[in-house]
């Protein structure tokens, strides 16, 4: 009896997904729960698994192809095998199993084996998540990225870990160049940024902070965090997440939304927390944030990522938020001006800690600075609440015992 193999229902807020990768063929013999086809959504990669041991009997979205929530994908025939399907091919399985110098075998999907024959790499020597320690396509980008840091003639991988791009070399030499498709979250992500920038009547306003207090406290107390709390470390992050509620609490209009011709003002604080992933940057979210300890904060954000390396990010983990922070400091960036996430009225950019001389009571001092940029809606927030705003956070972070104290 043939089973339907339907796309994932879809929240309101993805109309459409992509059919990225088959890892199957027709006729192929299929495991329970093992791999089919990935999906790419504008925010994240959705993985359909078989729904039992059979075959998989005919494909009816090739990759490619756009679908709908529950839109039909395949049929599937359980408790079939490879030799009784009707239209059975010799094509390798998805679980792959090869053999590398020291003859020991690795199970990896087809598209890691490319990879891996590709960059003549070891299987042994890349770490496997896959079922049953089946290497993946991501597992095998995540080796050529780590290789690449080090400083290993590696040739670079795409950084997008869903869809793997076919080039199109159009000359060769110096001067070569190649043509691949933009992914549908860097699609989105433009289109998201030109929405912003069209719609909304942005503006930056920046400040500094002084990050010693912050720094004496966290060196001071990161041992016994670490140890109190299993492992989970204390970072500059779960200072700006409690700091930026403290600073939306007194100012609630930078923690609302517009809806058309509607002001929404949330009682509540969802923090989005920009992290970079192998497919671009994605914005997880803390939910009800103002209930969290810094030990939580820390925890969710090494949790999501964690994901978001990982590709493993839900939709509903990234939807949302009421305000956004986002930290190009990782990355060495001194200043920048951060581009608003819609809805939402504001976004707080972080920058790199930097040491500068700085005048105190009338001496120069070696201080390790900061500087902060909000970026606001000037239709829903005024210049002098969005200063007041970002005076608040600069003020809090400076005498961090005030964001324990919440005054």
């Known amino acids: ?176 160049e190649e043509r691949v498709p933009m992914t549908r979250l860097r699609a989105k992500v433009a289109e998201r940024l030109l929405e912003a920038t ?8 920046f400040n500094e902070v002084n990050m010693q207090p912050v720094m004496e406290l966290r060196n001071k107390y990161k041992d016994m965090f670490e140890k109190k709390h299993d492992g989970v470390r204390l970072g500059f992050m779960s200072f700006f997440v409690r700091a930026s509620i403290e600073a939306l609490k007194q100012f609630p209009a930078v923690n609302a939304s517009i809806d058309g011709s509607d002001i929404i003002y949330h009682g509540y604080q969802d923090i989005g927390v920009a992290v970079s992933s192998p497919r671009g940057l994605v914005v997880p979210v803390l939910r009800d944030a103002d209930a969290m300890s810094l030990a939580a904060i820390e925890k969710n954000i090494r949790d999501y990522g964690l994901k978001a390396r990982d590709g493993k990010l839900s939709i509903e983990e990234m939807t949302g938020g009421t305000f956004t922070i986002s930290n190009g400091g990782v990355f060495g960036s001194l200043l920048s001006t951060p581009i608003l996430n819609p809805p939402q009225t504001a976004i707080l950019g972080m920058h790199k800690i930097q040491e500068r001389p700085m005048a105190v009571d009338g001496e120069v001092k070696i201080l390790p600075m900061m500087y902060l940029a909000l970026s606001y809606d000037h239709r829903m927030i005024d210049g002098k609440e969005a200063v007041q705003f970002l005076v608040t956070i600069k003020e809090l972070l400076e005498d961090p015992a005030r964001i324990l104290l919440e005054v």
């Open 1 to 176: 009896m043939a089973i339907e193999i339907k796309a994932p229902t879809l929240p309101e807020s993805v109309p459409d997904g992509t059919i990225a990768t088959w890892y199957k063929k027709e006729g192929e013999a299929v495991a329970r729960d093992e791999l089919l086809v990935d999906i790419e959504t504008d925010k994240v990669l959705l993985e359909v698994v078989a729904p039992d041991n059979g075959v998989l009997q005919s494909i009816n979205k090739a990759e490619g192809d756009t679908i709908v929530s529950n839109e039909l994908l395949a049929l599937f025939e359980a408790g079939a095998t490879a030799s009784a399907a009707p239209e059975a091919k010799s094509e390798p399985a998805v679980s792959q199993v090869v053999e590398d110098n020291s003859n020991v075998e690795v199970l990896m999907s087809p598209a890691a084996k490319k990879l891996v024959e590709e960059h003549s790499l070891s299987p042994n020597d890349i770490a496997s998540t896959g079922k049953d320690g089946r290497i993946t396509k991501e597992d095998v980008l995540k080796h050529l990225e780590g290789a690449s840091v080090k400083g290993n003639e590696v040739p670079a991988a795409s950084s997008d870990a869903s869809v793997e791009p076919v080039a199109s070399p159009i000359a060769n030499g110096p001067r070569a």
């Open 198 to 205: 069209n719609t909304t009547a942005m503006l930056t306003t």
